[in-house]
Nanobody, 127 residues
Framework: QVQFVESGGGLVQPGGSLRLSCTAS????????IGWFRKAPGREREGVSC????????YYPDSVKGRFTVSIDNLEDTVYLQMNSLKSEDTAVYYC????????????????????WGEGTLVTVSS
């Protein structure tokens, strides 16, 4: 089955850090673009990062820029999302997906053509 498996979520206090992992199952990450997005109850889905595996170009919305860092390990077919200085508003289920393209528009990151996301991993930021 072609899918991502997300992991690494948990409960963290405001100001803390987490590193999420996104491992490809059934395919490799050569020459693909991978996006992370999150979904919180009562809020719209939000793109939070994007990385192009060939160029290693990265993209972020204003809401996480300077706090989140996306990286890729092609040997392990895994994408990481390092999240620092976490805030309560970062609480959400986080997913990764292949995307056909991504683009920063205004303060937002738009992910196009998302596919292969997994079940997600829950991040809760609370004291």
């Amino acid at each position: 089955q072609v899918q991502f498996v997300e992991s690494g979520g948990g409960l963290v206090q405001p100001g803390g850090s987490l590193r999420l992992s996104c491992t490809a199952s059934g395919f490799t990450l050569d020459y693909v673009t991978i996006g992370w997005f999150r979904k919180a109850p009562g809020r719209e889905r939000e793109g939070v990062s994007c990385i192009e595996s060939a160029s290693l170009s990265t993209y972020y919305p204003d809401s996480v820029k300077g706090r989140f860092t996306v990286s890729i390990d092609n040997l392990e077919d895994t994408v990481y999302l390092q999240m620092n200085s976490l805030k309560s508003e970062d609480t959400a289920v986080y997913y990764c997906a292949t995307v056909s393209a991504c683009k920063v528009i205004g303060r937002s990151l738009v992910l196009y053509g998302m596919d292969h996301w997994g079940e997600g991993t829950l991040v809760t930021v609370s004291s």
